[in-house]
């Protein structure tokens, strides 16, 4: 079982920049891909990017060019940059883990993108 905790999100103004983390710890040396996920209210979660073991990345075409997905293996961090905010990237983002064909979800963060 692997356990993730995210951080980082908060209150920002539209066009500003927020970091979010997400710290794994478990079984965690199985892990094959770590992802980003949101969901808005009223909306179902979606996929914002992720990144396999081998670190090939993915984004949805919404946060291309804005956001980009890292991790620091020695940390066990995942990160996700998010530049040039808009208010309708606001969401509760959550971290994902794939070990085989079991997922793990952390508790999430809140962004909320506003003036």
């Known amino acids: 079982q692997v356990q993730l905790v995210e951080s980082g999100g908060g209150l920002v103004q539209p066009g500003g920049s927020l970091r979010l983390s997400c710290v794994a710890s478990g079984s965690i040396s199985g892990i094959v891909i770590m992802g980003w996920y949101r969901q808005a209210p009223g909306k179902q979660r979606e996929l914002v990017a992720h990144?396999?073991?081998?670190?090939?990345?993915n984004y949805a075409d919404s946060v291309k060019g804005r956001f980009t997905i890292s991790k620091d293996n020695a940390k066990n961090t995942l990160y996700l940059q998010m530049n040039e905010l808009k208010p309708e990237d606001t969401a509760v983002y959550y971290c994902?883990?794939?070990?085989?064909?079991?997922?793990?979800w952390g508790q999430g963060t809140q962004v909320t993108v506003s003036s």
């Open positions: 994902k883990s794939v070990v085989g064909l079991r997922a793990s």
């Open positions: 990144i396999t073991s081998g670190t090939i990345t």
